[in-house]
């Protein structure tokens, strides 16, 4: 297995890795066609494995505090996506990506990274496992049908809304879980190197 940077010419298996590697977590759902580019610097790192991408990770970093990441203490990098193959996963091939990265980010002065990550425990686990600390935590919220009027009125006749996506940022989240089907806890973890 090879870990190497990002190429143009990999966008396809880059968004088919990412899809699969994410179909059997909270992130089901959010698909993306194409790969996502960054207005700031980014460390982009895939594993290669018989010339089929398994894993993924994309930092994106400041060279100014506070443009890229939540908290602006120190420069940092937001760690955007990270994904390996469900059939590949378990053999450090995220740990590895981490280190890579963590490697390269040390060599720019960058010595935090953030995480952003929905409720899967085994992925909370995963980041807490390696160093991660909890920072802080809101939810997202997806409704369907009559649950949209519980957030939104339609302004215009015979348009109904059928699907809404939400952010809360209150303290009330026990109240919020029990209104709607569908919540997720959001956690942002840091790791300080
Ligand atoms: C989180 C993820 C990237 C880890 O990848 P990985 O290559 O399996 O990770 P590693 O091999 O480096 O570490 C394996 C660890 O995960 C645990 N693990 C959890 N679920 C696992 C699974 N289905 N298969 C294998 N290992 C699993 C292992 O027990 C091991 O635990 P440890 O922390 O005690 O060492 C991967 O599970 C994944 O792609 N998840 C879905 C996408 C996602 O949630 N991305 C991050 C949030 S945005």
């Known amino acids: 297995?090879?870990?190497?940077?990002?190429?143009?010419?990999?966008?396809l298996q880059w968004v088919r890795c990412r899809?699969?590697?994410?179909l059997d977590s909270a992130y089901f759902d959010n698909v993306l066609k194409e790969k996502e580019h960054y207005s700031n610097d980014s460390i982009e790192?895939?594993?290669?494995?018989?010339?089929?991408?398994?894993?993924?990770?994309?930092i994106e970093y400041e060279t100014v505090k506070g443009t890229v990441c939540y908290y602006s203490n120190e420069?940092?990098?937001?760690?955007?996506?990270?994904?390996v193959l469900p059939e590949y996963r378990g053999r450090g091939i995220a740990t590895s990506l981490l280190n890579e990265a963590i490697k390269f980010l040390k060599d720019?002065?960058?010595?935090?990274?953030?995480?952003?990550?929905?409720?899967?425990k085994w992925v909370n686990d995963w980041y807490?496992?390696?160093?991660?600390?909890?920072?802080?935590?809101?939810?997202?919220?997806?409704?369907?049908?009559?649950?949209c009027s519980k957030i939104i009125d339609s302004k215009i006749n015979n348009l109904f809304i059928c699907n809404c996506f939400a952010h809360y940022l209150g303290d009330d989240r026990e109240?919020?879980?029990k209104k709607f089907k569908r919540v997720h806890e959001c956690n942002l973890y840091e790791l300080i190197f």
């Open 1 to 11: 297995m090879q870990i190497r940077e990002y190429r143009d010419t990999d966008n």
């Open 19 to 22: 899809v699969l590697s994410f």
């Open 45 to 58: 790192l895939v594993a290669v494995k018989d010339d089929i991408i398994v894993g993924l990770i994309d």
């Open 75 to 83: 420069l940092g990098g937001v760690m955007w996506h990270l994904a």
């Open 108 to 120: 720019k002065h960058i010595n935090k990274i953030e995480a952003w990550t929905r409720d899967d």
């Open 128 to 147: 807490k496992n390696r160093g991660f600390n909890f920072r802080k935590q809101y939810l997202h919220i997806y409704s369907e049908g009559n649950e």
């Open 175 to 177: 109240e919020i879980k």
